[in-house]
Every structure is written in C-alpha cells, then in structure tokens.
C-alpha cells in the first residue's frame, strides 16, 4: 500500500459526492447565465498583495490562512493561492477597463478556493465558491437583486428552509459621490469602549482584535466575548442617514419582493472590505459552522483601494461544499452518475476492437456504452454489466454478428446483423431512458 494520503484539508470527491458537486456548479452557471450574469474564469493564484491590500492584513484569511508560493526565476512577485474571489474580480473589473461597459459590469465565477484553515466537516483547506458580483451601482436596488438570486438559487436546489440574515455594516470609505459621511469608525470606538472594561476577561485573540480590529470580536466564538457582544450597541442603531436609508430601502425592497429577512445587527463578515448591506444565508438546525451556507456584501471601496476610479460594488459567495453537505444530510443528493446503459462484450478476445469500435458508435448516435475490454468469459462479462446497472448488453458473436440481451426483461434475440442490432438497442434505451 502506498503511504501517500491527501493532504490534510484536501479532499478526494468521489461519488456520489463529485456528481453532487458538479450539479450544484452547474446550476450555479445557469443561475448566472439566466440572470445575464458574465462567466468569468480567473487565475487560481494573484499577487499576494492583492490579498493584503483588498481583504486587509488583521483578517484571519490573510494573517493566518493564506498561502504564498516561493517566487520562481527572475520573477520578484509573491503569488499567493486566491482565499476568495472577489479580490481578483474586481482586479480584473479595473484591468480590463470594465468601467467603460453599461454599468453595474454582472460578473459569475465558480471558484475553487484556499484557506490554511483548521480542517473539520464543512471547512477545507481547497473549497469551492459560486460567487456573483455587480459592479458599478451603489443603488439599493442592485442589493435586493444580488442577495434574492442567492436564496433562490439555494431554494431551487431543495434548500427551502434557508434564512437570510441581513445587516448594514455601515460606511467607511465614504464619499460624497455615494452620498454618505463616515459611520462606522463612530461605532467601532462606541464598540471598543463596551468591551474595554472586561478587556481583562478576553483571551488573547480578542484583547489584540480589541486594538486592532473591534468589529470581529461580534463573531468571536469566546464565551466570555460572546456573552458580551450580547449587549453590545447594534450598528443599526449608529448609522449615518445615507446609510440608514439605503438600509431602509433594501430591507422594505426585500419584503416586497418576498425574501423574508431576519434583522442581524451582530452579523459582521470577515473581510475587512465591506461596506453598508451584509447578509448571510444560514440552514437552521446545522451543526456549528455547517449551516452557513454562503454570504455576502457590498464593497463600495474596494475599486479605488485596489487603483481604480472610486466604483460601488456587491456580491456574494456560496460555499458549492457546504450546499452539498447539506443536501446530502437532508437525503437530497441528486442520483449519481450511473454506469452505461449499454455493454459491448464479446465471446472470443480476439473481438476487443470490434467491440470498442461498436460502443464509440452507440456514444456517437447520442447513447452511454462501454466496451468490456477483457478476455474473460462471456459469463464474467454479463455479470459486471449487471453489476454496473446496464439495461443492455451486445455480444459479438465469433461469426461477428450481435446479439443483443435485454438486462432488463432477461430475454436475448438471435444473432443477426449490426446495422439491425445497433438500431433495436438505440430503440431500447430511448424507449427504457
Ligand atoms: P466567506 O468567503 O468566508 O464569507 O465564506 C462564504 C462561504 O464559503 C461560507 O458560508 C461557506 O459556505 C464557504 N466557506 C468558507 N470557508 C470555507 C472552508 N474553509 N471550507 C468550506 N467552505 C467554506
């Protein structure tokens, strides 16, 4: 046996888990493409300071998670493994100089991602993102358009139950142009001087994200934070009235629209970048971490961080890994990949190419076959065609006529002619299909 396993946090997709995770990326491509979303496909590494700049140094995902790979050659840049999407779309929103395009630029990628992350169920060190992006409209009308086709595309999957949980971050990088004054460095002192006096009680994590970064210590998972986080001052109540408004609007904007929200004034994301609307879409009753099924925000910052002209933008990730969790542990996986309906087998070895050559016909007139390529007995070959759940099985006969034996009925017709047999078992699997 070989010593080698996958590395810790790197999973192998087998089935029925690799269907699952094919059908839930595929739906995400038609959910995009229905909402005339723009496929983008980017590179898997960027420039590690893209990271840095974009989700910001104190974030978990760039302090602790990241993953740089050694420069190569005469090149002095640091790649790094993306961690996350959005940093590259909107690199890429900048580079290709979508500004000039009809605004708000709809982007869709399915990404794989990597987070040096502690390994458990539902969080890998490589996992996978359906992740949208609007790009150039600061109205809450884009808002409400973004956060409806996440839940949808998550209750068309069979996910019913799904909440959105939904908060206004409020603004840092504000701007008269987006029609705002400051409101969040406001809170985060109000937050700051909530947990200075128990400053002593926190562990060591929280008292230096107390210094550094005071809005994380809403998601700490420190019991001692987390029992005072509950009656730490709620965002919504410090918003500055732009961005109260905008609040407002997405929050009626959704009601009309009939996505039910429940108001989530502790929810903060990890990622520095996000400004106003913040949602989660979160599975009740999952364990722990398992329910949070994607998230999402708006960045109205984050063009001119990363060098382009001052641009508002929204999105969201959808964690494809967890989706299939979640469906498996609710007995909604779709039906595997099934082996192919039809198996060509033969009585003697020497007709192992004919046979080839007759399953890539059936494939190319549009039904599944295989060759069995073996030399083994004609019995042998029958029963792993049973095996594989074949409805049909094609025996080259010496003479090299075919037979062609009904798995399903178990009932066999007399050798005849290919032209004939090839025919009668297209008919089978269309009528049995
Ligand atoms: P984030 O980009 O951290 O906001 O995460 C958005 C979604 O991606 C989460 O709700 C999860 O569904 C998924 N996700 C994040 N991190 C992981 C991970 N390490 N393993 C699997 N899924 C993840």
Redesign the pocket.
Same mark, same amino acid.
Request: hydrophobic fraction near 40%; charged fraction near 20%; charge should be negative.
């Given at each position: 046996m070989s010593g080698f396993q996958s590395p810790r946090?790197l999973r192998d997709l087998l089935e029925p888990l690799a269907s699952a995770h094919g059908w839930a990326t595929d739906r995400a491509w038609a959910a995009a493409d229905a909402a005339g979303y723009a496929r983008i496909e980017l590179p898997i590494a960027e420039e590690s300071a893209l990271f840095e700049r974009a989700v910001g140094g104190t974030s978990d995902?760039v302090s602790k998670e990241l993953y740089r790979l050694e420069p190569r050659g005469d090149d002095a840049v640091t790649l790094a493994l993306r961690p %996350?999407a959005t940093a590259g779309a909107v690199r890429a929103y900048i580079q290709h100089g979508m500004r000039s395009q009809p605004q708000p630029v709809r982007l869709a990628t399915v990404a794989q991602?990597f987070?040096y992350?502690r390994?458990q169920k *539902?969080?890998?060190?490589q996992?996978t993102?359906f992740d949208i992006e609007a790009i150039g409209d600061g109205g809450p009308g884009i808002d409400l358009e973004v956060i409806e086709m996440g839940a949808a595309y998550l209750r068309d999957l069979g996910l019913t139950d799904v909440q959105v949980h939904l908060n206004s971050v409020g603004c840092t990088t504000c701007r008269p142009a987006y029609g705002c004054t400051t409101c969040r460095p406001a809170y985060v002192e109000t937050l700051r001087a909530h947990f200075t006096p128990v400053v002593q009680e926190l562990s060591q994590v929280d008292q230096s994200r107390l210094a550094t970064n005071p809005l994380r210590l809403l998601d700490s998972k420190e019991p001692a934070t987390v029992k005072r986080a509950a009656s730490a001052p709620a965002i919504t109540d410090h918003l500055c009235a732009d961005c109260a408004a905008h609040h407002a609007a997405v929050t009626t904007g959704l009601a009309t629209i009939g996505v039910a929200v429940l108001p989530a004034p502790r929810l903060v994301?990890?990622?520095d970048y996000y400004t106003r609307t913040a949602w %989660?879409?979160l599975l009740p009753g999952e364990q722990g971490?398992q329910g =949070?099924?994607?998230?999402g925000g708006r960045y109205d910052g984050l063009v001119e961080l990363l060098g382009g002209t001052p641009t508002p933008g929204i999105g969201f =990730?959808? *964690?494809i890994?967890?989706?299939v969790l979640a469906l498996e542990a609710r007995g909604l996986l779709p039906i595997a990949a099934s082996g192919p309906a039809i198996v060509v087998a033969g009585i003697e070895p020497e007709s192992v190419a004919e046979r080839v050559a007759i399953a890539a016909q059936l494939r190319a007139a549009g039904a599944s076959a295989r060759a069995d390529v073996s030399t083994r007995k004609i019995g042998k070959q029958l029963e792993g065609a049973v095996r594989d759940g074949a409805l049909a099985v094609i025996i080259v006969e010496p003479d090299g006529r075919l037979t062609l034996r009904d798995l399903v009925k178990a009932s066999q017709a007399e050798p005849a002619e290919r032209g004939g047999v090839i025919a009668a078992v297209l008919r089978l699997v269309q009528n049995e299909g």
């Amino acid at each position: 046996m070989s010593g080698f396993q996958s590395p810790r946090g790197l999973r192998d997709l087998l089935e029925p888990l690799a269907s699952a995770h094919g059908w839930a990326t595929d739906r995400a491509w038609a959910a995009a493409d229905a909402a005339g979303y723009a496929r983008i496909e980017l590179p898997i590494a960027e420039e590690s300071a893209l990271f840095e700049r974009a989700v910001g140094g104190t974030s978990d995902i760039v302090s602790k998670e990241l993953y740089r790979l050694e420069p190569r050659g005469d090149d002095a840049v640091t790649l790094a493994l993306r961690p %996350e999407a959005t940093a590259g779309a909107v690199r890429a929103y900048i580079q290709h100089g979508m500004r000039s395009q009809p605004q708000p630029v709809r982007l869709a990628t399915v990404a794989q991602l990597f987070r040096y992350d502690r390994p458990q169920k *539902g969080r890998y060190r490589q996992f996978t993102q359906f992740d949208i992006e609007a790009i150039g409209d600061g109205g809450p009308g884009i808002d409400l358009e973004v956060i409806e086709m996440g839940a949808a595309y998550l209750r068309d999957l069979g996910l019913t139950d799904v909440q959105v949980h939904l908060n206004s971050v409020g603004c840092t990088t504000c701007r008269p142009a987006y029609g705002c004054t400051t409101c969040r460095p406001a809170y985060v002192e109000t937050l700051r001087a909530h947990f200075t006096p128990v400053v002593q009680e926190l562990s060591q994590v929280d008292q230096s994200r107390l210094a550094t970064n005071p809005l994380r210590l809403l998601d700490s998972k420190e019991p001692a934070t987390v029992k005072r986080a509950a009656s730490a001052p709620a965002i919504t109540d410090h918003l500055c009235a732009d961005c109260a408004a905008h609040h407002a609007a997405v929050t009626t904007g959704l009601a009309t629209i009939g996505v039910a929200v429940l108001p989530a004034p502790r929810l903060v994301r990890g990622l520095d970048y996000y400004t106003r609307t913040a949602w %989660e879409y979160l599975l009740p009753g999952e364990q722990g971490q398992q329910g =949070a099924l994607g998230g999402g925000g708006r960045y109205d910052g984050l063009v001119e961080l990363l060098g382009g002209t001052p641009t508002p933008g929204i999105g969201f =990730a959808i *964690g494809i890994d967890r989706v299939v969790l979640a469906l498996e542990a609710r007995g909604l996986l779709p039906i595997a990949a099934s082996g192919p309906a039809i198996v060509v087998a033969g009585i003697e070895p020497e007709s192992v190419a004919e046979r080839v050559a007759i399953a890539a016909q059936l494939r190319a007139a549009g039904a599944s076959a295989r060759a069995d390529v073996s030399t083994r007995k004609i019995g042998k070959q029958l029963e792993g065609a049973v095996r594989d759940g074949a409805l049909a099985v094609i025996i080259v006969e010496p003479d090299g006529r075919l037979t062609l034996r009904d798995l399903v009925k178990a009932s066999q017709a007399e050798p005849a002619e290919r032209g004939g047999v090839i025919a009668a078992v297209l008919r089978l699997v269309q009528n049995e299909g």
